[in-house]
T-cell receptor
Framework: TQLLEQSPQFLSIQEGENLTVYCNSS?????LQWYRQEPGEGPVLLVT?????EVKKLKRLTFQFGDARKDSSLHITAAQPGDTGLYLC????????????FGKGTRLSVIA | DSGVTQTPKHLITATGQRVTLRCSPR?????VYWYQQSLDQGLQFLIQ???????AKGNILERFSAQQFPDLHSELNLSSLELGDSALYFC?????????????FGPGTRLTVL
């Protein structure tokens, strides 16, 4: 059983479109992170959210942590080919220097 | 560049063999984590070391072991390799023992078991 479920698994869109990917769990997380991973490389941290209801923006990316701290979403506005990659959410159930639990990811392809 | 280095980049070996993967954390980071990434399971946490001591254990097989040395680099040893061990192995590092800590990932080692 996957603790963090991500949807959709795959997403292929045209340049300029908007999209939202989701990360859901039945467990409460002390914090949640979003990573982007490109082929042949390790995941790179995009953002960390720690407060229920928190919204963070990173240029065209908007991240939201659910009020109950069980889910999160990533919204990309006007997607560009450079946004192509595997988007992973990861959470900590216990705060501190503890291991991350990862979802399986959403593989995004943005076509020019 | 995350500051975390992993060697080798690629490793091809046969079933039944033993390999060692190496990780050097970011300068100043005391924690090292090992993760395995496969297509069907995603990124799975294996084990964490903090300042030389084992801190947490995840889905690590008994055939696998790890250690962190006084200079803080870490090695992951995989023995009696099976076809299913073929995967990407990532090392990540983070800072102190308390409070919220970001993890920074290395570029990974791709292991292929034939």
């Amino acid at each position: 059983t996957q603790l963090l479920e991500q949807s959709p698994q795959f997403l292929s869109i045209q340049e300029g479109e908007n999209l939202t990917v989701y990360c859901n769990s039945s467990s409460v997380f002390s914090s949640l992170q979003w990573y982007r991973q490109e082929p042949g490389e390790g995941p790179v941290l995009l953002v960390t959210v720690v407060t229920g209801g928190e919204v963070k923006k990173l240029k065209r990316l908007t991240f939201q942590f659910g009020d109950a701290r069980k889910d999160s979403s990533l919204h990309i506005t006007a997607a560009q080919p450079g946004d192509t990659g595997l988007y992973l959410c990861a959470g900590r159930i216990i705060s501190g220097n503890t291991p991350l639990v990862f979802g399986k990811g959403t593989r995004l392809s943005v076509i020019a | 560049d995350s500051g975390v280095t992993q060697t080798p980049k690629h490793l091809i070996t046969a079933t039944g063999q033993r390999v060692t993967l190496r990780c050097s954390p970011r300068s100043g980071d005391l924690s090292v984590y090992w993760y395995q990434q496969s297509l069907d399971q995603g990124l799975q946490f294996l084990i964490q070391y903090y300042n030389g001591e084992e801190r947490a254990k995840g889905n690590i097989l008994e055939r696998f072991s790890a250690q962190q040395f006084p200079d803080l680099h870490s090695e992951l040893n995989l023995s009696s390799l099976e076809l299913g061990d073929s995967a990407l192995y990532f090392c990540a590092s983070s800072g102190g023992p308390i409070g919220f800590s970001e993890q920074f990932f290395g570029p990974g080692t791709r292991l292929t078991v034939l």
